[in-house]
């Protein structure tokens, strides 16, 4: 049986692109040409469409998509795991009311495609730990998260 594709999100991936989530993001190396592959934390689904993520101002992954703008953002949820193709680009050099200098990328989605091998299913989801002083991670992540929702 084939996996499905989808043109747009899903509720159930929308939904669970309403909170900060770990995700990875494939780009195409600027210098190398290859594949290029990146975990981050900061996304947000803006729409059906359209999916935000934050990345520190000296990330490869703003160089990357500079020089070619097609991505992949892997995501573990609703029991499977995802491949989620689009066009990227800079919506913000520095996104505002966030003390890091962070910038916003905006990925225009092309197709939602189910790749989870046949026969299975995600019984438990990533979770990771932030390391340093938890109630600055907190305040870092809602002032992030909340830029996101605002742009």
Same mark, same amino acid.
């Given at each position: ?91 913000? #050099?520095?996104?505002? $009311? ?11 989605? /092309?197709? !939602?495609? %189910?790749? *989870? ?7 438990? #989801?990533?979770?990771? $730990? ?11 992540? /809602?002032? !992030?998260? %909340?830029? *996101?929702?605002?742009?």
């Amino acid at each position: 049986m084939a996996n499905q594709v989808e043109p747009i999100l899903i509720q159930p991936l929308y939904n669970e692109l309403q909170k900060e989530r770990f995700v990875t993001i494939a780009t195409v190396d600027h210098e190398t040409g290859g594949p290029n592959v990146s975990a981050i934390s900061w996304v947000l689904a803006k729409d059906e469409n359209t999916i935000y993520f934050a990345v520190d101002n000296r990330s490869r992954i703003l160089e990357n998509v500079n020089q070619n703008n097609m991505v992949v953002i892997n995501l573990i949820a609703n029991e499977s795991t995802y491949s989620i193709q689009g066009q990227a680009r800079v919506k913000e #050099e520095r996104l505002a $009311d966030v003390p890091l200098k962070l910038a916003l990328v905006e990925v225009n989605i /092309n197709e !939602v495609r %189910d790749v *989870m091998f046949y026969g299975s299913k995600i019984v438990t #989801e990533v979770q990771y $730990d932030k390391t340093y002083d938890k109630n600055a991670a907190q305040k870092l992540d /809602n002032q !992030v998260m %909340d830029a *996101m929702k605002k742009a």
